[in-house]
């Protein structure tokens, strides 16, 4: 268990709709990062946010959205879904100064629009 | 902007033999390289990482990585597979000058352990 809580774990949606997943960081970690996970895409970075500011951003489209609360815990928001959304979203956390500390995962939330 | 390739898709060994998984990077400074271990349906779980110092990493089950900065390399290895070594592993740099502190990851390569 890395500590990394992510919520639903699962999710059917339909295109168009809109979804919210959630993500609480190991106990005292401030940064907490996103990922999407696809077949075709592998692992690609979406965004980082550091004790409630976004640090990072990466391949996020303007569709998605996150933030991070004062609890420390985030959320990403994914709007107008499309069937590509479809993937497997991470979060991650690490405590680590300085980069030099590796992310620890949650299990991952797996959203299928059809 | 840093990188990863993983030239192998898949990687298949008997178990007892030694295995090898391949990563080479890119990045403008000194890198900061990472191994994650993914099982079906799981999350990504840290093996090992290299930061500086020693060029032999050891980490977690028994694996280890040798980073070679003229190759610019970082492969994975271990001694003597085991079939529950089968899964899906990615190679990660970050790049510490940039910004965030972002991973970025390689394809993945698919290992299988056969008996």
């Known amino acids: 268990d890395s500590g990394v809580t992510q919520t639903p774990k699962h999710l059917i949606t339909a295109t168009g709709q809109r979804v919210t997943l959630r993500c609480s960081p190991r106990?005292?970690?401030?940064?907490v990062y996103w990922y999407q996970q696809s077949l075709d895409q592998g692992l690609q970075f979406l965004i980082q946010?550091?004790?409630?500011?976004?640090?990072a951003k990466g391949n996020i489209l303007e569709r998605f959205s996150a933030q991070q609360f004062p609890d420390l815990h985030s959320e990403l928001n994914l709007s107008s879904l499309e069937l590509g959304d479809s993937a497997l979203y991470f979060c991650?956390?690490?405590?680590?100064?300085?980069?030099?500390?590796?992310?620890?995962f949650g299990e991952g939330s797996r959203l299928t629009v059809l | 902007a840093q990188s990863v390739a993983q030239p192998e898709d898949q990687v298949n060994v008997a178990e007892g033999n030694p295995l090898t998984v391949k990563c080479t990077y890119s990045v403008s400074g000194n890198p900061y390289l990472f191994w994650y271990v993914q099982y079906p349906n799981r999350g990504l779980q840290f093996l090992l990482k290299y930061i500086t110092g020693d060029n032999l990493v050891k980490g977690s089950y028994g694996f280890e990585a040798e980073f070679n900065k003229s190759q610019t390399s970082f492969h994975l290895k271990k001694p003597s597979a085991l079939v529950s070594d089968s899964a899906l592993y990615f190679c990660?740099?970050?790049?510490?000058?940039?910004?965030?502190?972002?991973?970025?990851f390689g394809a993945g390569t698919i290992l299988r352990v056969k008996s």
């Open positions: 990660a740099v970050r790049d510490p000058m940039e910004y965030g502190n972002k991973l970025v």
């Open positions: 106990s005292g970690d401030l940064s």
């Open positions: 991650a956390s690490t405590g680590l100064a300085g980069g030099t500390g590796e992310l620890f």
């Open positions: 946010y550091y004790n409630g500011e976004e640090r």
